[in-house]
């Protein structure tokens, strides 16, 4: 009796979860951001880098929305813009010295309305230093 019990519970368990995707809880996945420097600026001089961020154990990085938050002060005439998987760093500035950053950038998968996920992506943090020098 028991037995039966059990195998019936399984059966109902199995049928209500059908569309969930283990693997992401047993192939974890989380946000990264690259191992870089961004590039030296100069006062008075456009300037550019980006940020690109991606999901570890994932072939398709674009399956997913980004979103960053940017903590510490930026130079007055710097913007940062989110655009898909990137974060963009630029303008110009008049300021000069360095400018520690903090990024952190989570992943959520653009999901169908029989995807779900249950596990999801870890977000990840990561240092970064501005340097604009004369």
Not at 27 to 41: F, V
Not at 58 to 75: C, H, I, M, S, T
Request: aromatic letters at 10%.
């Amino acid at each position: 009796m028991v037995l039966k019990q059990v195998l019936f519970l399984s059966c109902v368990l199995l049928m209500a979860c059908e569309n969930l995707d283990f693997s992401d809880c047993i192939i974890k996945k989380h946000a990264e951001l690259p191992d870089k420097e961004l590039k030296r600026g100069h006062a008075e001089v456009y300037y550019y880098d980006e940020l690109k961020a991606s999901v570890n154990n994932e072939p398709d990085d674009d399956a997913y929305q980004y979103r960053f938050n940017v903590k510490g002060r930026l130079p007055d005439g710097i913007e940062v813009k989110e655009d898909g998987r990137f974060l963009v760093f630029e303008g110009v500035t008049l300021e000069t010295g360095n400018f520690i950053l903090q990024v952190s950038v989570s992943a959520v998968a653009y999901e169908t309305d029989d995807d779900v996920s249950v596990c999801g992506v870890k977000s990840t943090s990561k240092s970064y230093t501005l340097l604009f020098e004369n």
